[in-house]
């Protein structure tokens, strides 16, 4: 059984620190998942968690976007987590980190109402564990707000030489939206997930198919999905 946990490469670390990861993957999905929930997303939340927070660089875009009165900030990576409370202490909005994994919360059961989930599954080798525990800390009728790298990305040479992740646990965008379901969580595909193939999750950045050279669709790398707990639960 692979690690809980696989510590991230000083290079994927640093990776995470740059404008290009901020402005093309994070602050992109950020936007997306809010565009894609819709009218049917509350205009802002009371408490909203960022699991896998990272950095806190999504603090910012969690108020332009969900404008919550409150955020609730995990993550189990010490160094994440010092740079996690430099961004706290600055952020306009009041910003609480925890130390903890996915699989195990430190919060109490429907405690929050919103909960973004930015690239953090495919890190964790007990993922239907995971998103039972942010099933489980969402309070009926609360909204998840998933993106996540596919197994197509992750088993590009340039991902698997640079950065590290959990072996034999990754998923296809089908195999995700199915973890989710199981996990409790309701959705509708054709209104509540979108995939792409970004240039950057290709192995090639995109060169053989601008140029033509590969015409057949590629396969998804990238997936968003809202899904709600249901209000009964």
């Not at 009218?39 to 909203?48: H, I, Q, T």
């Not at 430190?106 to 080798?125: M, Y």
């Not at 596919?150 to 072996?167: E, G, L, S, Y």
């Amino acid at each position: 059984m692979a690690p809980d946990w696989v510590s991230e490469t000083r290079f994927g670390k640093w990776f995470l620190s740059t404008d290009m990861w901020y402005r093309e993957v994070l602050a992109l999905a950020v936007a997306e998942l809010r565009e894609l929930g819709g009218a049917r997303v509350p205009a802002s939340f009371e408490r909203f968690m960022d699991v896998g927070c990272g950095q806190g660089r999504t603090f910012p875009l969690l108020k332009q976007h969900f404008a919550p009165r409150e955020i609730v900030a995990v993550d189990i990576d010490p160094r994440m987590l010092g740079l996690a409370r430099d961004a706290a202490a600055v952020s306009e909005i009041p910003v609480t980190v925890k130390a903890c994994s996915v699989t195990k919360l430190d919060l109490p059961a429907a405690s929050v109402d919103g909960i973004l989930c930015h690239q953090l599954i495919h890190h964790v080798a007990n993922q239907a564990g995971a998103l039972r525990e942010l099933h489980r800390v969402l309070k009926p009728g609360g909204w998840l707000f998933l993106s996540e790298s596919c197994k197509a990305f992750i088993d590009v040479w340039t991902v698997r030489w640079f950065f590290r992740h959990p072996p034999g646990v990754q998923r296809s965008a089908e195999g995700y939206q199915q973890l989710v379901r199981e996990a409790g969580f309701e959705f509708e595909v054709a209104r509540d997930v979108r995939t792409s193939t970004p240039w950057w999750s290709l192995w090639d950045f995109g060169f053989t198919r601008n140029v033509g050279l590969v015409r057949s669709p590629p396969e998804a790398t990238e997936l968003l999905l809202v899904a709600r707990k249901a209000s009964n639960s």
